[in-house]
Nanobody, 121 residues
Framework: QVQMREYGGGQVQTGGSLTLVCRPS???????MGWFRQVPGQGRLPVAV??????FYANSVKDRFTVTADTAKTTWTLQMNSLRPEDTAIYYC?????????????????WGQGTQVTVSS
């Protein structure tokens, strides 16, 4: 069973930056690698999703977040700039093997343990 290992997260002030890294423990050939976030009382929402064609971003993070993959497709990175207090959440990376909707968390096959991101005002 492949495990999704997440690194990064932490606490920053408004306007700061953080980098999240996701590195599967085994070889994956995903159609999508997504970053989702969740706050208490709400479901997991897509933030940024890498695909072989082009990435997808939630409107709230466009022009601030960037999702990339390394050349070997073993590591995925979410660069988060100009962070705001409303970005505070637990962030999860997830891998989806099949095609289909990139935004539905139920369609993802592998999940990381989550990492806390806190943005203070």
């Amino acid at each position: 069973q492949v495990q999704m290992r997440e690194y990064g997260g932490g606490q920053v002030q408004t306007g700061g930056s953080l980098t999240l890294v996701c590195r599967p423990s085994g070889r994956l050939f995903p159609e999508f690698m997504g970053w989702f976030r969740q706050v208490p009382g709400q479901g997991r929402l897509p933030v940024a999703v890498w695909s072989w064609d082009s990435p997808f971003y939630a409107n709230s993070v466009k022009d601030r977040f960037t999702v990339t993959a390394d050349t070997a497709k073993t590591t995925w990175t979410l660069q988060m700039n100009s962070l705001r207090p409303e970005d505070t959440a637990i962030y999860y990376c997830a891998g989806k093997i099949s095609s289909g909707s990139w935004s539905d968390p139920a369609g993802y096959d592998y999940w990381g343990q989550g990492t806390q991101v806190t943005v203070s005002s």
